[in-house]
Structures are given as C-alpha cells and as structure tokens.
C-alpha cells in the first residue's frame, strides 16, 4: 500500500468492525476498545477518517475538539489548559500501509478540517511502555512535548505533545 493510492474519506459503519480489528491489534501503542466505543466515535467525534485501498484498510484517525463528553483523563488534561485544540485521541496504520506516509496525509487531513481558530493539534505518546516509532514520527512532523501524565498506579505514562497549526 502507497499513501497516494490510498483515498481518505469520512468512516461508515461498514468500516468500525475492520478499525476495530487494527485498533485492536495496536494495543498498548493505542488504547483498548469495544465496539460501542468504536460506534460512539463515529457518532460524535469532530473527525473520524479512514484510509483505504479499495476495500482493504490502511489506517485511520480519530480526532476531537474540546467541549464532548468524552472522559478520557488525556483528552481532559488539554481540555483543562486550552480553550481550543484539535485532539487526535487514535491512530493506527495497518502494517502493510507503515512508512508510506498515511499517518502524515491524515494528521495534515485532520488540521485542515479544522476552522482556522483552531492553532493546535494536541496528541499523547506512550513513554512506558514506550512508543519510541511513534514519538519519533510526531517528533518529525513538529510536535513538541508540554507536559506528561502518569495512571494506572504508574505503569503507564504517556507525554502530552502539541503542534502549532498557525
């Protein structure tokens, strides 16, 4: 799979069960979810796209603004110290679609989606248990790390990074 062979567009509910799937077998790099999650996503998240070729799954993005319901202790850390942002709560590229440049075709997808008032692109990196391919990706495409937050008893910490739009 090449990123220009994939065409990005909007999830259906034909796609939640194969973004389940790689959703699923991204965990720890992503978190783990059910498929009511998946279906509450494509209901009311500010953007949910896929990649695909043909009928086969690259990848996809979930992302959000400020001012859902969702009670993710990452999503509320921004909520708490941004008025304005464009979260990427997952991501995950198939194994066949890595380096090919969709995850970047997303991420720049996703900003563009977005009214000009929103300035920054916020995400989290796992740091234990690493996700040094992932920290080096958003690292390259401009993130910079502004805090980091520790849960589950301290197994897990994750760095809170953020990217200027404008």
């Known amino acids: 799979m090449h990123a220009d062979s994939l065409i990005i567009r909007d999830v259906r509910d034909s796609d939640l069960d194969a973004v389940?799937?790689?959703?699923?077998?991204?965990?720890?790099h992503v978190g783990s979810v059910d498929a009511a999650r998946m279906r509450w996503y494509a209901e009311n998240a500010t953007y949910f796209r896929v990649a695909m070729a043909?009928?086969?799954?690259?990848a996809y993005l979930v992302g959000l603004r400020p001012?859902?319901?969702?009670?993710?202790?990452?999503?509320?850390?921004?909520?708490?110290?941004?008025?304005?942002?464009?979260y990427v709560d997952r991501v995950a590229v198939a194994p066949a679609a890595r380096r090919s440049g969709i995850a970047?075709?997303?991420?720049?997808?996703?900003?563009?989606?977005?009214?000009a008032a929103v300035t920054v692109m916020t995400c989290e990196v796992n740091v234990r248990p690493p996700?040094?391919?992932?920290?080096?990706?958003?690292?390259?495409?401009?993130?910079?790390?502004?805090?980091?937050?520790?849960?589950e008893s301290g197994s897990k910490e994750v760095a809170m990074l953020?990217?200027?739009?404008?």
């Open 131 to 151: 996700n040094d391919s992932s920290m080096e990706f958003h690292r390259r495409i401009g993130f910079e790390q502004v805090g980091s937050l520790v849960s």
């Open 54 to 58: 043909g009928d086969e799954l690259g």
């Open 162 to 166: 953020l990217k200027h739009l404008r």
């Open 20 to 28: 389940l799937v790689l959703n699923q077998s991204e965990v720890p």
């Open 104 to 115: 970047s075709r997303l991420y720049d997808d996703f900003a563009a989606a977005m009214p």
């Open 67 to 86: 001012g859902t319901s969702y009670q993710s202790p990452n999503y509320l850390w921004f909520c708490e110290r941004y008025d304005e942002f464009a």
